[in-house]
Each structure stands twice: as C-alpha cells, then as structure tokens.
C-alpha cells in the first residue's frame, strides 16, 4: 500500500511539473488541462489510499515517546502527531471532495493540513542536522585520536595575530566541509531523509505562501522526494531508524 500510495505520489507531481512545462512552452489548452485532471485524480486517490495514516502516525508517535534520546524523543514524537493532524485534514478534504461532507471550506482545511505538514518536516529536518552533528563529533573525535601530533609547536602564530586569522579560519572551514561531506556520504539514510525532507518543506512553504516558489519548482520537489522514497522502499537500509 505504502509503495502505492508513492507512486501516485510521483505521478502527481510529475504531472505539475508536466503542466508547468506545458504551459510555459504554450502548449494546447486541452492538453493542458487533461494533464491538471490527471494531476487532480492522482491527488483524490492519494487521500483515499491514506485513510488510515492518522492511526499509524499515533502507532509511531507512541513507538517514538519510548525513544532514549531526550532530542530524538522530542523530535519524532511531535513529528508523528503533526502528521497524524495532517492525515486527519486530508481525510477531511477527501470527503469534502468525494461529497460526503458538504459544504466544506476546502480551502481553509488545505491550508490547515498543509500547517501541520510543515511543521512535521521542520522536526524532521531538526532530527536530521542533530543526528548529522552528533556523527560529525563522533568523526572529529575519531580523527583527533589517529591525527599525529604537530612536530612544529612553537611555529604557531598567536590567536590574536592578524596575519594568521584568515589561513586559520579557512583551514577550520575546509576540515569541518570535508568532515561534511565525509559523514554524510558515508550514511546514505541520513543523507537520503535529509535531501527528502529538505525537498518536501518547500511544497507547504508555497502553499502556504510563505515562501512561493512556482508550480514548475513544487513538482520538481514532489517528484524529487518521491524517488527518493521510493528508493527507500525498494533498499530498506535506506530508511533512516528510528
């Protein structure tokens, strides 16, 4: 279900994308609008295929509360209630839109899930650039174990010298990039869920209007996120745990 729901997931935003591309390159309004009716079903049939998401999100919320880190507990558990409140508005915008609730103000409730949704993911970001920190010092601490003492003491130029400020400062960024770059291509989870996340936060950053990005860059995300989750389901040791 869950590899399903996904590839509707992609779908969809492969057809905003699609639609950006078409309208920009003054394609025929009927195809145009064909392709934003597909875009429409795929995103109805998305809600449908979640109408149990809220339960699991509370099931992980409740697996989460038991975590031992104090950071890691705060994060994901809030996290799992923002996305099961997320999954409840989109259950309700489901109906809304299959008329079994009418009258609803579907705007109102899109926007109210969409708040949930961003608020899920800035938490999952926070987790991500806490666990990318704790590896980073787990590293450093590593290197500083193996890395031979200087044989030239004395050459060091003092702290408060003008002319070693600069070399010093760019050496310390040059190490703590490569440090970077090394701890994040060596934990391919951490490194996917980072990217998936930070692609995902700017869909509700547009709807929301927080920080508008254009149909053309949301399904560039979308579809982007979506691979990468679908990735994820196809290499479980992908996934980041917990």
């Known amino acids: 279900m869950a590899v399903l729901v996904v590839t509707r997931r992609a779908a969809q935003y492969a057809c905003t994308l699609l639609g950006y591309t078409l309208q920009k390159g ?8 064909t392709v934003s009716q597909l875009e429409a079903h795929m995103s109805l049939t998305r ?3 979640r109408l149990g998401n809220s339960v699991e999100a509370l099931e992980a919320a409740k697996r989460a509360i038991h975590l031992s880190d104090s950071v890691l507990r705060l994060c994901l558990t809030v996290s799992h209630l923002n996305r099961a409140m997320y999954f409840a508005c989109d259950n309700v915008l489901w109906a809304g839109k299959t008329g079994l609730i009418s009258k609803l103000d579907q705007q109102k409730w899109s926007q ?17 650039v806490y666990e990318l920190r704790l590896l980073m010092e787990c590293e ?3 290197r500083a174990t193996k890395a031979p003492p200087s044989p030239y003491p004395s050459t060091t130029l003092p702290n408060n010298s003008p002319t070693a400020a600069l ?4 050496v310390r960024l040059r190490k703590q990039l490569h440090l970077f770059v090394t701890v994040l291509f060596s934990n ?3 490194l996917l869920d980072l990217l998936k996340n930070s692609c995902d936060i700017f869909i509700p950053l547009d709807r929301l209007g927080i920080y ?7 399904g560039a995300c979308g579809l982007a996120s979506s691979v990468l989750s679908i990735l994820t389901m196809v290499h479980p040791w992908l996934k980041l745990k917990p």
């Open 112 to 128: 109210r899930s969409f708040r949930y949704y961003l608020f899920a993911l800035i938490l999952n970001l926070t987790r991500d």
């Open 26 to 33: 003054g394609a025929a309004a009927e195809l145009r609008r």
């Open 167 to 170: 070399p010093v400062m760019s």
């Open 188 to 190: 391919p989870p951490l």
């Open 47 to 49: 809600k449908l295929l």
């Open 212 to 218: 508008p990005t254009g149909t053309g860059f949301v």
């Open 140 to 142: 450093a601490r590593y």
